[in-house]
T-cell receptor
Framework: GDSVTQMEGPVTLSEEAFLTINCTYTATGYPSLFWYVQYPGEGLQLLLKATKADDKGSNKGFEATYRKETTSFHLEKGSVQVSDSAVYFCALRRNSGGYQKVTFGTGTKLQVIP | EADIYQTPRYLVIGTGKKITLECSQTMGHDKMYWYQQDPGMELHLIHYSYGVNSTEKGDLSSESTVSRIRTEHFPLTLESARPSHTSQYLC??????????FGSGTRLTVV
């Protein structure tokens, strides 16, 4: 079955540090890939997406490139802020039997300290 | 401003009580979902609906039930709450674009 593997957290960084959160996936066919962010006490929000190989999703300074050859979708940001502290979920969506199946990773907690 | 609303945000209830978690969206989305989020933050799909009068069980077995009588409304009911039901419940909907829209969640504690 489909699976999404994220690096375990928590990840603790100082403000303005470079962020990478690794995400790899297993799926048949050609899934779409997503990053969601969950701020404390809130629901998930879509952060960025990529729908085909070599696409780069970007939003709020975050980027991720769909790498089919390595089945990866790593999230990066050049300079994190305290306000980026949240849990980040990698997800894939694939058409399966006439409906769309979404699989989430287990989430990676990011803590940014001043 | 949120287009998908969950109430209540927090609920503490005694064992054996019947509860309904409300979820409403104003976007006209056909597809709606309920996820249970465990303390380790992992998300588990417990119910989904692809339209009015359509409901299906998700990947995680759940003692809850759902109904979809109106497009905008997708309530989740627990007939008899137990401490094992203590969790965060997230409702989501999806239109014709790619991503989900999530509500802010209901944090349920059963004592």
């Amino acid at each position: 079955g489909d699976s999404v593997t994220q690096m375990e957290g928590p990840v603790t960084l100082s403000e303005e540090a470079f962020l990478t959160i690794n995400c790899t996936y297993t799926a048949t066919g050609y899934p779409s890939l997503f990053w969601y962010v969950q701020y404390p006490g809130e629901g998930l929000q879509l952060l960025l997406k990529a729908t085909k190989a070599d696409d780069k999703g970007s939003n709020k300074g975050f980027e991720a490139t769909y790498r089919k050859e390595t089945t990866s979708f790593h999230l990066e940001k050049g300079s994190v802020q305290v306000s980026d502290s949240a849990v980040y979920f990698c997800a894939l969506r694939r058409n399966s039997g006439g409906y769309q199946k979404v699989t989430f990773g287990t989430g990676t907690k990011l803590q940014v300290i001043p | 401003e949120a287009d998908i609303y969950q109430t209540p945000r927090y609920l503490v209830i005694g064992t054996g009580k019947k509860i309904t978690l409300e979820c409403s969206q104003t976007m006209g989305h056909d597809k709606m979902y309920w996820y249970q989020q465990d303390p380790g933050m992992e998300l588990h799909l417990i119910h989904y609906s692809y339209g009015v009068n359509s409901t299906e069980k998700g990947d995680l077995s759940s003692e809850s039930t759902v109904s979809r009588i109106r497009t905008e409304h997708f309530p989740l009911t627990l007939e008899s709450a137990r401490p094992s039901h203590t969790s965060q419940y997230l409702c989501a909907s999806k239109g014709t674009d790619y991503g989900y829209t999530f509500g802010s969640g209901t944090r349920l504690t059963v004592v």
